[in-house]
């Protein structure tokens, strides 16, 4: 990150407003939304995701505070805003793959990382644009989206779409958000360990001076999730679907060359 020039600091810096913002908006999808622009500055994963990863364990962590104090605070509420009987079994599946997908992470080339992130995300494009989100109906299928959703976010953090297919069967609307923020500090963690037992570079001054952008992205996101509880989102995941359609295509096009 020294070795990168103002302006692009400066495009870094309004990609992570923008992630805040679909984090905390949507529960998901700060990765995945928000990756293929910072490959398109400065093509080396391995350098974003330590940065992304402090920053959700960070504001993933104060969000589920947050929501565990509100339940404390009402006596009428009964019932936790994180479902922990569905988040521990679904653990259990995909502990396994995460770790394996971590160690391709660690050992794959930047151009292969990379081509790889712009494929996923490619899929992930057309399903929000022809609104035809991945689904799951039968108990072996959720075993197999489980098991590659840990696999992908263990090798680029981007594979919520998946993860996000079986839990929104089992997991109540009003307890998803909070339950899918526990889940990504787990998978984060088990990544941390993994980055810090290889002696990857963590960014962590670069991460402290992108929490300002982050921490506003956050703010709006907020005030996001308040009015998509409102509305019918379809329109916003189409724009975002071309959008991430067009970056795709400029991504491996440059990969390809």
């Known amino acids: 990150m020294d070795a990168l020039s103002l302006s692009q600091y400066a495009l870094i810096a309004l990609v992570f407003v923008w992630s805040g913002i ?40 104060l969000t589920v505070l947050r929501g565990q104090q509100q339940y404390r605070k009402d006596p009428q509420n009964d019932t936790s805003p994180v479902n922990w009987a569905y988040l521990k079994k679904a653990m259990a599946i995909m502990i396994i793959p995460k770790i394996v997908g971590v160690l391709g992470l660690i050992s794959l080339p930047n151009d292969v990382l990379s081509g790889i992130i712009f494929v996923i995300v490619f899929a992930y494009s057309l399903s929000y644009i022809f609104n035809k989100p991945f689904k799951s109906q039968r108990p072996w299928l959720d075993t197999v989206f489980l098991i590659l959703g840990g696999y992908i976010s263990g090798t680029s953090l ?22 899918l923020f526990v889940l990504w500090v787990i998978l984060v963690a088990i990544k941390m360990v993994a980055f810090i037992w290889v002696g990857l570079d963590l960014q962590l001054k670069h991460a402290v001076y992108l929490l300002p952008p982050v921490a506003l992205g956050h703010w709006i996101g907020l005030k996001l999730h308040r009015r998509l509880q409102q509305a019918e989102p379809v329109m916003f995941f189409r724009v975002i679907g071309f959008a991430l359609l067009s970056i795709c295509f400029v991504g491996l096009y440059q990969v390809i060359a």
């Open 22 to 61: 679909v984090r905390s908006g949507l529960g998901f999808g700060g990765a995945v939304l928000s990756l293929p622009f910072l490959l398109l500055i400065d093509d080396r994963p391995q350098v974003y995701l330590p940065i992304i990863s402090v920053h959700l364990l960070l504001f993933g962590g």
């Open 158 to 179: 981007i594979g919520a779409p998946l993860i996000i297919a079986v839990f929104s069967k089992h997991v109540h609307k009003n307890q998803l958000r909070d339950t």
